[in-house]
């Protein structure tokens, strides 16, 4: 694959300024809709008023009213489409390409879960709508908590949080009610190098002391380590299975076990499911709660900033603090139950969000035990795949079998001067959105790569080939890397500047 230099063969300037049809190649180029306004064009007529027209000076106090409507674009209707629709292509998606983005499961979803989500039976359901009108939502939430208890080996869910991080906000206060509970608050909670960062956040926020403790090279948490530092004090250890680095945490019974001797609770992060489900139920391994993450490995696209959902499950000891309101089955009746003195009280606004319970369901229905356990070992042989076949181009720290994420550092490219951001930076000339890098942070110059189930063979053999054509170039021509992009609308950014000079105002033009 020969590395295109930017605007090969044309008069890229001339095209610049000619905005007018908007394409340059393949490449959709837009100016910001307010350059393409003209004054007087109107893009919807109105049809004439019917009824009297009122007063606005009457009815609107003055000082909310404009005189004009200055700075507004003025555009056709066709420009608004064509406009956001070339907006729209200047992004990269799972549906464009490979987003091997670790730790993130940037996975393909099948659309039918999205069609499903979007029956009107579901999508116009009001959050106030009586509880007799809102029967099959009801049913639904409540199979998907049984089936997420089955999945995770658990007694009860929440469905309420709406993120993994909430998720995790959401079990570390259930843990801490039960101590207080019992009259024997405890401060501290154990959380590895492994562990994902928002694990310590959220111990901060629901109060305790964070007690680190060191993976100790081996890429995963040993018994010995935990049992040095837990006592009477330590609500318990967080930990994250599949962990950050893509490994098992394999001494997790006996981790559990070191807890439970000391009468604490073991959390597990379990938003990377997508490596587990239908293979390992964490109950099993001692865990006694644990967070999902819908938006990752049960069919909501993630990533699109759009809503998640950090579903909690709980052993029994630990069900009375779920968050209100419950989902109650009573006969063939549904309902939710508000009465519960020890829950720790409401997360969020109603019942959490909703559709991306509904897609969760579809997919796990449409998926079954064996399809679930089939997507899970796609993922992991694809990890693998992929770390088997770079392994010694490019510095592997971990070299064991992995779960759906491998993580590689610039080790090799080091010496030419190249760093994984140069690595990152040159895959999107090759056409990929960069995997994860600088994370996790027990790898120095990490890139971590997740390819997801969803992929083809013959995807990631493409994808493959472009890293090994990367080190090849790392090697003889590193000012490619060092100039990537060169193939985008823009090139290098400066990381920084936006955060530091953010340019708010149309007016101020930033360059295109
Ligand atoms: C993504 C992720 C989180 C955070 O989930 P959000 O929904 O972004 O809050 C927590 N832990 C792990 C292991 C994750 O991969």
Known sequence: MKPRRKGQGIDLEKIKKMKANGTKGLHLDEALIFERSCEGRIGVAPSRFDVPACDAEKSI???????????????????????????????????????????CTMKYNPKINEEIAALPGFSRLHPYQGEELSQGALELMFQLEEYLCEITGMDAVTLQPSAGAQGELCGLLMMAAFFKDRGKPRTKIIIPDTAHGTNPASSHLAGFKVVPVKSEGRGALTANAVKDVMDADTAGVMLTNPNTLGLFEADIKEIADVVHKKGGFLYCDGANMNALMGIVRLGDLGVDVVQLNLHKTFSTPHGGGGPGSGPVAVRKTLEPYLPVPRVRKRGKKYSFDFKRPRSIGRLKAFYGNFAIMVRAYSYIRRMGPEGLKRAAEAAILNANYIKERLKGTFDLPFDRPCMHECVFSDKVQQPNGVSTMDIAKRLIDYGYHPPTVYFPLVVPGAIMIEPTETETLETLDRFIEAMK???????????LLKNAPANTRVGRVDETKAAREPVLRWKAKPPL
Do not use: C
């Open 61 to 103: 106090p003055r000082k909310y009213l404009r005189d004009d409507m200055g700075g507004f674009p003025e555009v056709a209707e066709i420009d608004v489409v064509r406009h956001y629709t070339r907006l729209s292509q200047w992004n990269f998606g799972v549906d464009s390409g490979l987003y091997p983005l670790g730790s």
């Open 469 to 479: 054509n990367i080190a090849d170039e790392a090697r003889n021509a590193p000012e």
